[in-house]
């Protein structure tokens, strides 16, 4: 069975310093990667997603991830963040169901930025 | 613009009394899901149709039903809203497609009293 393990609950920043969210999978076929995020009272939007071919997906908002599947990690990464990036980030694994895939989350990671 | 919408954005109900929610999609997709999601936790998902396929999660309980009448609306039913149900719950859709992806209405935030 597909999971995902988000290994940091929180994680404190400074405006304009880089930032690592991580995100370790579990699965026995190929895998789809996502990273959504999440404003308050909001729902989920896409960062970007992980289907094939290069390891470095860019997202929207100046994100990006890479694959790597020795380490079964697709870590998200922006080299300097913005007030405006606080927010509950969820790392995603496309689990296969009977007649279509379905969306398996981690339990989160809130990016607090300060400035 | 709104392509997935959930309808109320806040709903206060009493304990025992039945609720409905609802969320509909401009989208043509195939697939709607509901997701539940409490304080601080991951998005869970409670069950999703296929067209009219419905499919349920094996650990969504009893309580929670749900109706998709035609491609575009998909509801749910809360039978007995017990104070453990109040949450987010998140309505989405996607093509029916390996490796798609999800899109989610705003959610609507459910109140037990």
């Known amino acids: 069975a597909q999971s995902v393990t988000q290994l940091d609950s929180q994680v404190p920043v400074f405006e304009e310093a880089p930032v690592e969210l991580r995100c370790n999978y579990s699965s026995s076929v190929s895998v789809y990667l996502f990273w959504y995020v999440q404003y308050p009272n909001q729902g989920l939007q896409l960062l970007l997603k992980y289907l094939s071919g290069s390891t470095l997906v860019k997202g929207i908002n100046g994100f990006e991830a890479e694959f790597n599947k020795s380490q079964t990690s697709f870590h998200l990464r922006k080299p300097s963040v913005h007030i405006s990036d606080t927010a509950e980030y969820f790392c995603a694994v496309s689990a296969s169901s009977y007649n279509t895939d379905k969306l398996i989350f981690g339990t989160g990671t809130r990016l607090q930025v300060f400035p | 613009d709104a392509m997935v919408i959930q309808n109320p954005r806040y709903q ?93 209405g705003q959610g609507t935030r459910l109140t037990v009293v």
């Open chain 2, 12 to 104: 206060v109900t009493q304990f025992g009394k039945p609720v409905t929610l609802s969320c509909s999609q401009t989208l043509n997709h195939n697939v709607m899901y509901w997701y539940q999601q409490k304080s601080s936790q991951a998005p869970k998902l409670l069950f999703h149709y296929y067209d009219k396929d419905f499919n349920n999660e094996a650990d969504t309980p009893d309580n929670f039903q749900s109706r998709r009448p035609n491609t575009s609306f998909c509801f749910l039913d809360i039978r007995s809203p017990g104070l453990g149900d109040a949450a987010m719950y998140l309505c989405a859709t996607s093509r029916a497609a390996a490796g798609t992806e999800a899109f989610f």
